[in-house]
Structure formats: C-alpha cells, structure tokens
C-alpha cells in the first residue's frame, strides 16, 4: 500500500477520512490537528478554487513545517495557531459562519512523539515536558512533582487504565522526597518496580499515555470542540473524528449517539415531551478501521479508530 505521509507525521485512515469528509468541492472546511499537513493536503487537493481550507495547530514547529508545504495552495488555505478548543474563535477570525466538513485527528504527531527534546516518549531519556503547546505552564515535570499521591492514582487510573496505577503513584512520591523526578528514564525506572518482571507491553506505556492526556487535557478539550464542531456544521456538513485508544473513542461514540438522538426525556415517560427536532445522524455507526496493509506498513495506526457523524 502507497504511504502517505512524510517525516514529520504519517496519518492514518488516509482516504477513508477524506472520501468521507471532502463531499463538496467548492466548500469550507477545517482541520482541527494539521501536524505535518498531509490530511490538510489532501483536503486542498480535492477542492476547487473556490473552495477553502482553515488548518489549525497548537505547536509553531507544525505550522512552520506545513507553511513551506501548503504555500503554493495560495488563498485556498489559512491556518492558525492555537488549541482546537477554540474552533469557534478561530472559524470567527476567519470570517467563516458555517463550513461543510471538520476533521479533528486526536494523535499525536510521529515528529513529537520521536522527539527526543520533547519528552512524549518512554524510550529516549530526556527532560520530562509532553506539552503540545511548549508556551503552556503546566508540563509533566511539575504534574510528576507536585501532584498528591491520590491524584497521580486517579489519573493513571482513569486516563491510563493502569492497573499498578496505585503503587506507581506511591513510588514517585516516595521517591521525589528524595529529589525531583528530572528525566523521562528516572520515571520508567519508578514504574518498572511497580511491574512484573515479564510484562508483555513496556511498563510505561500506560502512564506516560496519563500523564500526557492530563497535561494537555486532552480529554477535557475533545468534549468541549465537539459541540462547538457541530454547532459550526452546516446541513449535509460532517464532523470526522480519529481517535487511538479506548477512553477517546468511548467519549467521541458518546457524544455522536447524544447528538444523533431527538428525543431527549427521561427515560420512562409514555411519549415525548422535549420536542427534540433530529439534526444530525450517524454516518458511520460502527468506526472505520485501517485495512491490514496499512497497519503492516504504519504500526502506529493500528488502534486508530474513525467515526462520522452528519448534520441534516
């Protein structure tokens, strides 16, 4: 299979998202996570002169990175620096009341993830940050640090599905009476003893994915821009969202089936009373997944899941 992509960041779900998504050509349309481009790319490919792109970004590095790919798109392309949380503002500044199609692919970047300086990943020693947006305050260093030990339990509980979360939250706390927690490395070593001695995934899979969802609330910013994505639909508009492990998807399937629900009583009366008019529905009632050899040739889409909903 053709690999699309770069060395910034390979997408996922490539055409699928697109043959879904771009369905009018003259239309306006916004990419919630621009990376390394290729989907707003592909977008820009599809449309016409009249049509219209609006990529956004927290990380400069990404927008610096796409300005030298995406230029020759002209005025077909505008792009914005900032957290999609803000989608609102940002469809605001650029003049747009309602757009045809938004994508918000939830990943983070192959660039930031393989950035040693960046400190995302368990497998390069290096300061702990896992900021998306480097100019925000709070990183992992001081959420290691000065987070209780009750708080680091839940967190990696509920956003790592740690099992161990308990006891590595113990550790760390035990151990930073000592010293700060400086290093990517010093934090895996923590989390190993917590660990069996044969596990079959790396032990720190789980809590680095914690640490990075509370750090840039992750999860908080997804619900908050799916209502306003869909707000900013116009009919026959779609919303597409990809998403990379279970706590994201449960929350984008939640919210797609809210929205997609006329009726919203309580359940047990005899009829309805709310008056609920239907405005959007499911496109794709079960997510759409990599086909094999896509997985074969790109490891990190093999938990990427896309689902689709549609404003009518």
């Known amino acids: 299979m053709e690999i699309i992509g770069n060395d910034y960041h390979v997408p996922v779900l490539y055409y699928e998202t697109l043959d879904n998504l771009v369905l009018n050509p003259d239309g306006i349309y916004i990419d919630c996570t621009l990376g ?27 927008i610096e ?7 020759k798109y002209g005025r077909k392309w505008k792009v914005f620096n900032g957290n999609f949380e803000t989608i609102d503002t940002i469809a605001y500044m650029a003049a747009v ?19 040693p300086e ?15 947006n480097q100019n925000q305050k709070i990183s992992a260093y001081e959420l290691v640090n000065t987070y209780s030990e009750e708080k680091l339990t839940k ?37 190993k003893r917590a660990y069996p001695e044969r596990a079959s995934k790396h032990p720190a899979k789980k809590t ?24 900013l639909l116009k009919k026959g508009g779609r919303l597409a969202v990809i998403t990379f492990h279970s706590l994201e998807d449960r929350m984008v399937k939640n919210k797609f089936k809210d929205l997609a629900t006329v009726c919203k009583c309580p359940e047990g009366l005899p009829i309805c009373v709310c008056g609920g008019v239907e405005k959007f529905k499911l496109v794709t009632k079960k997510p759409i997944i ?5 997985i074969k040739s790109n490891n990190r889409s093999h938990s990427s899941k896309l689902r689709i909903i549609e404003r009518i």
Do not use: W
């Open 36 to 62: 390394g481009g290729s989907h707003s790319e592909g977008i820009l490919q599809r449309l016409s002169y009249k049509g219209m792109l609006i990529s956004i970004d927290q990380d400069i590095n990404a």
């Open 65 to 71: 990175y796409c300005k030298k790919r995406l230029e």
């Open 208 to 231: 680095f994915q914690a640490i990075r969802i509370e750090v840039n609330r992750e999860l908080e910013v997804l619900d908050t821009t799916i209502d306003k994505a869909a707000n």
């Open 97 to 115: 009341d309602k757009v045809d199609g938004i994508l918000m692919d939830i990943g983070v970047s192959s660039k930031q993830l393989d950035d």
């Open 290 to 294: 990599p086909v094999e050899d896509e």
């Open 155 to 191: 967190i990696l509980f509920e956003y790592g599905e740690e099992r161990f979360a308990k006891k590595i939250a113990k550790l760390i706390c035990e151990k930073r009476k000592e010293k700060n927690i400086e290093s990517t490395f010093e934090l895996v070593e923590l989390i």
């Open 118 to 132: 960046r400190g995302f990943s368990y497998r390069y020693d290096t300061k702990l940050d896992m900021r998306m």
